[in-house]
């Protein structure tokens, strides 16, 4: 007779066969990959398509009429077109001949007026073409008034460098670029969006697969043939399993295609993932995952219809979804009391600590203890939903009440 | 005789409610056993406890010899009342499945529902999703399931329940053929006769409490005779009034009562010159007995 170990086996092997051949999960599985090579298709559109805003295709060129002669030191800068009149000019700009038209009148110097005339509708677009064309204007004025290098300094104020210093006043060598910042915002915050949704889905469908199995009065078949137990851990195992595929082929889809779609956003920062972050994602997802899912199957049995059990786990994963919540004062503070407290409470921890890596740099021991607690409350509800099951598998159609939930904790096996 | 299944002074509460009240019996190995009783009397409580799946408040069981541990469980074949499969599975899939459940390989699940498959007609099924089947064809695959390991006890919780005759039949001839193989069945079950059809023994149980138990000819026999069966030509005269309708020409019933015994009845044909082509005594039917000792059980 096999032991217990083959019937996880063999129940992981239905479960995990059962899972994967769901056409909801290939789609969630494939929806990372596909939207990502979706981006990698549009970006580049898009970037076309915002570059030229409603003027003609190409590099902007800004025309201009010059009355007041204020331009005529910067005449020769790339991408000035001037005319001769006005009306030459609005011809050129309506044949999509420049991109914007300024007319800069003879009393510019007293009153600062100049008129921008514009293709309708391209405020959002045009914007940054109206501060280029004030920054020539800034350096035409003085330009022939004062020496070169102060030119430049009125053309240019600041070329900022960043120096970044450690929460014990050092310099940090090498600090990120601010789009390296943004990247490394960006890439944990997804994986934590991701990272809830895998968790929720895979723990869910257990929950379903528990329900279901009570509902279609499977249950007293299987409890005959195998323990509660091992039945539990086999459908833990297998949907965890497949929840793990499906989020390795989002991170690996993630780290194939996200640097190609980045490469095409000039000045975007790099979207590489780090080891060290890959071991973080992976083994929140499973703790997380656990935690959840030894929940979810507790829930599944001792609720009276799968219905009902996933309207009672949208309670029971409201805990996940606060530190989103309160994102924003994690972000403001990643190493403060109410980030650090959430870290310790095992509902909240998998998504906190993803924010808190999108937000600063926690301690080792912060995450160590996070992973730990999640782990540990884990292996306790293991525990309470082992029984529960086995007291609760055979209330066709009843709810179970706390008193019956105790009951069946105190019945040892 | 080696027994199958022991059951010794079993006791469960729900509640305030005393759903199996110090019921002992046991099942011989090779036999097929009627567990009787009303809706609601026991039945299944006293079933899932030989099975571990509820825990008896007290009492004991002995299961295939032994304690009910979950490698004996493997080898007891369960179909439940409550019944169902999972839906989305196909057919021969959810065989094999439970097949390996029940510590088979994959290939001999497979070659093993595949044959029980052709013996209840669904062979041509095997590949559909169990929610395309009819309630009825759905509890034949379930029964399939419950005899896929060539267990040596089969448990049937109402087996026959909403299916049609011709499935009742086959039911009931596979149910022989496991008998012939050397398994012992039991089946539950509140239609009598099915039970006097398939058992030897029965146990019959009402509001959680053993009412009946043993060789089902012998518990009849002990009832004693509660009627007189004549083929004849007539009724003699002195006897005319005391028969009861049989809806067949020639078979006339004559219930006991103080003035008709078998020997006056007996008595009236000779003096009468009537000639008997059959003379019977009528034990009690199961039914009868059922509805009799259950009544009795339950007046205050």
Known sequence: ?413 | MPTALEVHALNKRFGDRTVVDDVTFSVDRGEVFGLLGPNGSGKTTTIRMALDIVRPDSGSVVLLGGAATRQVIRRVGYLPEERGLLRKVKVLNILRYLGRLKGMSSAEATERGAELLHRVGLYEHRDKRVETLSRGMTQLVQFCASLIHEPELIILDEPFSGLDPLNVQLMKEIVRDQQERGATVIFSTHIMSDVEELCERVVLIADGRLLLFGNLNEIRRGRGANGVRVHAGNVPPGLDGKTRYTGRDGVFEFPLEDSVTPESVLQGYLDAGIAIERFELMLPSLNEIFIEEVSRARQP
């Open chain 1, 1 to 413: 007779m096999r032991g217990s170990l083959s019937d996880v086996q063999v129940i992981f092997g239905e479960e995990f066969r059962r899972e994967v051949s769901r056409i909801a999960y290939r789609v969630m599985t494939l929806l990372v990959p596909a939207l990502l090579i979706l981006g990698l298709v549009t970006v580049p559109v898009l970037q076309g398509v915002t570059a030229g805003g409603g003027g003609p295709a190409g590099p902007a060129l800004l025309g201009y009429v010059d009355p007041s002669g204020v331009l005529e030191p910067v005449r020769n800068t790339p991408g000035l077109v001037p005319f001769g009149d006005l009306q030459a000019g609005v011809n050129a700009l309506a044949a999509d001949e420049i991109s914007e038209l300024f007319h800069v009148p003879g009393d510019y110097i007293e009153t600062g007026r100049v008129d921008w005339y514009r293709h309708e509708g391209g405020l959002f677009t045009t914007l940054d073409l109206g501060q280029r064309f004030s920054d020539i204007l800034a350096l035409a004025v003085v330009a022939d008034r004062v020496p070169p290098e102060i030119a430049e300094r009125v053309e240019m104020p600041a070329d900022y460098e960043i120096q970044e210093i450690d929460s014990e006043g050092q310099l940090i060598e090498d600090p990120r670029t601010a789009a390296q910042e943004v990247g490394g915002f960006l890439v944990p915050f997804i994986f934590a969006i991701l990272l809830m949704i895998s968790i929720f889905t895979s723990s869910g469908r257990l929950l379903q697969s528990v329900a279901d199995e009570k509902e279609n009065r499977m249950i007293e078949m299987l409890v005959t043939s195998v323990s509660p137990f091992s039945m539990m851990t086999g459908k833990v195992l297998a949907l965890g399993a497949a929840g793990l595929v499906q989020i390795t082929v989002w991170v690996l889809s993630a780290l194939l295609i996200g640097p190609r779609i980045m490469d095409q956003i000039p000045g975007a920062g790099d979207l590489a993932i780090g080891p060290g972050l890959l071991v973080v994602i992976i083994a929140f997802f499973l703790a997380g995952y656990f935690l959840f899912a030894v929940i979810m199957a507790g829930l599944g049995t001792a609720t009276a219809s799968a219905r009902e059990a996933s309207q009672i786990s949208a309670i029971v994963t409201m805990p996940a979804v606060v530190p989103i919540w309160l994102s924003a004062i994690i972000f403001e503070s990643p190493d403060g009391t109410l980030a650090r407290v959430l870290t310790f409470i095992p509902l909240t921890a998998p998504t906190t600590v993803m924010l808190r890596i999108s937000a600063g740099e926690p301690s080792f021991t912060d995450i160590a203890i996070g992973f730990v607690v999640t782990m540990a409350a884990g292996v306790a509800l293991l525990w309470v939903a082992a029984r529960v099951f086995r007291a609760g598998l055979l209330l066709y159609g009843q709810r179970m009440s706390l008193r019956l939930v105790w009951r069946a904790m105190r019945q040892a096996g």
